[in-house]
C-alpha cells in the first residue's frame, strides 16, 4: 500500500466515525398511536384520550383529530394506563407496556352511554271504536256543494275558490 493510499484511507475512515457513532446510538423512548372509534367502527374525533404511567404518576393529554386519530411520542419505557372519552360516549380504558424504540398501537372503542327513557301509554281514550261498527260523520253545507257527482260536473262555490267563477 503507498503512502497515498494509506492517507485517503485514513481521511475516510476520520470522516466516517461521526457518522457511524451517530447511526450507531439507540433510542431511548416510545411512542403510542391509535384510532378512537364508536362500537359501530365510525371515528370519533375531538375525543380527549390520557396515557398514565402507574409508577410515576405521569400523565399526558391529548385529542384526537378528524381522522379519530392521536399520537403520543417521547414516553419513557414502562407501564401505561391509557383512557378515552367523548360526549355522549362511555369511556374506554387500555392497559400495555413500552419497550425502548417501539411505536405501539393502541385503538381505542367508545361504547354508548345507557340512555334512560321513559315511554307513557294512556288508554282511557280509545282512538279505535271495537264495540260499534257505525260511523257517524257529520257534513257541512260547503262539503255538499263541493263534492264531485259521479258522471257529472259538481258544482263549486265561488267561496271555496275565488279564482274560478
Do not use: C, W
Not at 135 to 156: A, F, K, L, M
Request: hydrophobic content about 35%; aromatic content about 6%.
Amino acid at each position: 500500500m503507498t503512502l497515498t493510499t494509506f492517507r485517503r484511507l485514513l481521511l475516510a475512515l476520520l470522516f466516517l466515525s461521526p457518522v457511524r457513532h451517530l447511526l450507531s446510538q439507540t433510542l431511548t423512548s416510545a411512542t403510542v398511536v391509535g384510532t378512537v372509534t364508536d362500537s359501530s367502527g365510525a371515528v370519533v374525533s375531538g375525543a380527549t384520550i390520557r396515557i398514565r404511567q402507574p409508577e410515576t404518576d405521569a400523565v399526558r393529554t391529548a385529542t384526537s383529530g378528524s381522522t379519530g386519530e392521536y399520537r403520543f411520542p417521547f414516553l419513557k419505557p414502562g407501564n401505561y394506563e391509557i383512557t378515552a372519552e367523548a360526549t355522549g360516549l362511555s369511556s374506554a380504558r387500555s392497559r400495555f407496556s413500552l419497550l425502548v424504540g417501539q411505536e405501539q398501537s393502541v385503538n381505542l372503542t367508545l361504547g354508548l352511554q345507557s340512555v334512560q327513557q321513559t315511554v307513557d301509554v294512556d288508554t282511557s281514550s280509545g282512538l279505535l271504536q271495537t264495540e260499534n261498527g257505525n260511523s257517524v260523520t257529520s257534513y257541512n253545507q260547503q262539503v255538499i256543494e263541493n263534492t264531485p257527482i259521479n258522471g257529472g260536473i259538481s258544482r263549486i262555490s265561488p267561496s271555496a275558490h275565488p279564482d274560478f267563477v
